[in-house]
């Protein structure tokens, strides 16, 4: 099994628009997939590539061209700072889980094998799935399996983890899929459990909050005519995405100057989403859930900001 196979590839790649001589950056390297495709296409320039789990440093490609930083991409602007670039003229986020991560059953990612209820990107964090598990309340349980897992019954399934933690606390994978079994609908189970299992890792990893700095930094980093392109894969992060690219705010609500100028600081490339063709899901199924948005960097943002 590879490290990861990236999702719509050459679709992302040509969303950026390479030109000669500029500066990228893949805000998510994983196994290399995006960068390497960057590379093969750029001529001269500089790829600076992040990633905050140390495992994917193992696959970083020996090219002159490429800065690979043990980071999560939430410090984009203090890292492309430091190391002397004060725009870029693309970002690429592709902010799904690797394949190395899922199957790597000591991560605890996955609910298909058993293991630790970890979920950490980064290993060095404090927080695990099992910290969210054993101390969250009920309230909160059920607010994430909602929010970020789209689970209808996040009530009782919140009441069951808590009842079921009283007795003994829940460590391992398995553990808490026996306590979500009641509530498995039928020939949907693997579903629920990729839901429950996703509303967790993004708590553990405050992935909706770092995916908002990136957002805010690559509008602050972007040279003009820059693009921006973002692969999401549950309907919260998408969301941010969409609304950000429509109008630079979370909320949708685009702003105005003085005059009725509106003050979104950039343009769509895509019409909604893309999503991946036929023959990519048949390949990789777990590109299915794949969306693509492609925005640019107006040219007269700045300006009218001022």
């Known amino acids: ?22 500066v990228y950056v893949d805000a998510t390297y994983g196994g290399g997939g995006h960068s390497g495709e960057i590379l093969n296409r750029l001529e001269g320039g500089r790829l600076i590539a992040f990633d905050q789990d140390s495992d994917a ?3 970083a490609t020996a090219d002159p061209r490429l800065i690979l930083l043990n980071q999560n991409f939430r410090f984009l602007r203090n890292n492309l700072l430091y190391h002397g670039f004060k725009e870029v003229n ?15 059953m000591s991560r605890g990612f996955s609910f298909r094998g058993e293991g630790p209820l970890d ?52 460590t391992t994978v398995s553990q808490l899929v026996r306590v979500a079994t009641p509530f498995l609908p039928q020939r949907r189970e693997s579903k629920f459990l990729a839901q429950m ?30 693009r921006l392109v973002v692969i999401t894969y549950h309907s919260a992060e998408d969301r941010l995405v969409k609304n950000f690219m429509r109008s630079g705010t979370f909320d949708g609500v685009v702003k105005t100057d003085f005059y009725g ?32 948005r492609i925005a640019e960097k107006r040219s007269d943002y700045e300006k009218r900001e001022a």
């Open 261 to 292: 100028n509106r003050l979104a600081p950039f343009r769509s490339v895509t019409r909604g989403a893309l999503r991946p063709e036929s023959d990519e899901v048949a390949a990789n199924p777990r590109s299915r859930s794949a969306r693509m």
């Open 90 to 104: 693309g970002i690429l986020a592709d902010l799904g889980v690797s394949f190395h991560q899922f199957d790597t």
């Open 197 to 226: 299992f996703q509303a967790i890792r993004i708590e553990v990893n405050r992935e909706l909050d770092a995916l908002t700095d990136l957002l805010e930094q690559a509008c602050e980093m972007l040279a003009e005519g820059g």
């Open 57 to 59: 440093l193992e696959n």
């Open 119 to 170: 979920m950490r990107m980064n290993r060095e964090s404090d927080i695990k799935a099992s910290d969210i598990v054993n101390n969250y309340s009920e309230e909160q349980l059920a607010s994430l399996f909602y929010r970020y897992g789209d689970i209808r019954c996040a009530r009782p399934l919140a009441a069951a983890v808590v009842s079921a933690r009283k007795q003994a606390p829940l």
């Open 1 to 22: 099994m590879s490290y990861h196979l990236p999702a719509m590839l050459n679709a992302a790649v040509d969303g950026l628009r390479l030109r000669p001589g500029g």
